[in-house]
């Protein structure tokens, strides 16, 4: 269950003075990378005073100080800061987390983003904090109208399946719906999308039996290991037969602040490519076999 400050965000921050009317920028924790990139895009970076591992966009924002992990912070030094709030993910930060926040008094913002239209919303959130409303008024409107100029120049092209291949052991993928968003939106078709959990486990003969005709690897912090399924042992495979394992930047399209659409932009362009390249279809179910 949500903490109530994090329900009741705005009307709090406004009643603890954290508004466009505070003579001085109010001082932030921030533990999710993504609105460590938020608060930058609206000209607020100079607000957070700690924030987490992996906070690393853009380069001034490894100069700020580290209180820990989305699964651990250091108590003690969030309390010696003395932040005006903490902006937390209700989606990634942990519940004991954000429930401890909550019992040593402090006032918490959740960013969490599911669907891609909440990000300008963040956005303009972030700038009533801040007082940064002009610029986060600018961000979210640009951020719209990309969006919109993305989906209108691809989303309704035919169909690509693709499977996204989040890590690799165990072989792991995804069905958020913000995920699928990005999918729909350039023309294609994930297919794990029906899946009940956001991020489903799968087994190899599931992904062969879906027979994807491109299949996208995320590059990413701790995930050196994207090579561990050899996905050329099977040719038969629209993907391969059609060389269409592809890589990307995983910060991009993980981190739902302003860069997500560099990140959908990349995958738009990979599956017009495929899309181009379309030659091969399977004419029998792909069984898994010893190579």
């Not at 909440?118 to 008024?137: D, F, K, Y």
């Not at 690799?168 to 029906?194: D, K, Q, R």
């Not at 990307?248 to 602040?257: K, N, S």
Request: glycine share 6%; charged share 20%.
């Amino acid at each position: 269950m949500k903490c109530r400050s994090i329900l009741l965000t705005l009307s709090l921050l406004v009643s603890t003075g954290l508004s466009a009317n505070t003579e001085k920028q109010p001082r932030l924790v921030v533990l999710s990378p993504h609105a460590v990139e938020m608060l930058f895009e609206i000209g607020a970076g100079d607000s957070i005073i700690g924030t987490v591992e992996y906070a690393d966009f853009p380069m001034a924002a490894n100069q700020i100080r580290r209180i820990g992990r989305y699964d651990f912070i250091d108590y003690e030094a969030v309390m010696l800061l003395q932040p005006d709030a903490i902006i937390v993910n209700t989606s990634t930060t942990s519940a004991p987390m954000l429930t401890r926040l909550e019992e040593l008094g402090f006032t918490l913002v959740d960013t969490s983003v599911s669907e891609l239209k909440q990000i300008p919303t963040r956005l303009l959130e972030l700038g009533e904090v801040t007082g940064h409303q002009q610029q986060a008024r600018q961000s979210a409107d640009k951020f719209e109208n990309t969006l919109a100029t993305i989906k209108r120049k691809y989303q309704h092209k035919s169909r690509i399946d693709l499977f996204y291949q989040i890590w690799p052991s165990p072989l792991t993928t995804t069905a958020s719906p913000w995920m699928n968003e990005i999918f729909t939106g350039c023309g294609a078709n994930n297919v794990f999308a029906g899946s009940v959990s956001d991020y489903p486990q799968v087994s190899l003969e599931q992904v062969l039996s879906s027979t994807p005709e491109m299949i996208i690897k995320p590059i990413y912090h701790g995930n050196s290991n994207q090579e561990a399924v050899n996905w050329s042992e099977w040719p038969e495979l629209p993907a391969v037969a059609n060389e269409q394992i592809i890589t990307i930047e995983g910060d991009l399209i993980h981190r739902t602040g302003p860069r997500v659409l560099e990140g959908m932009l990349q995958i738009c362009e990979k599956v017009e490519q495929a899309r181009k390249q379309k030659i091969y279809q399977p004419k029998e179910p792909i069984e898994v076999v010893s190579r």
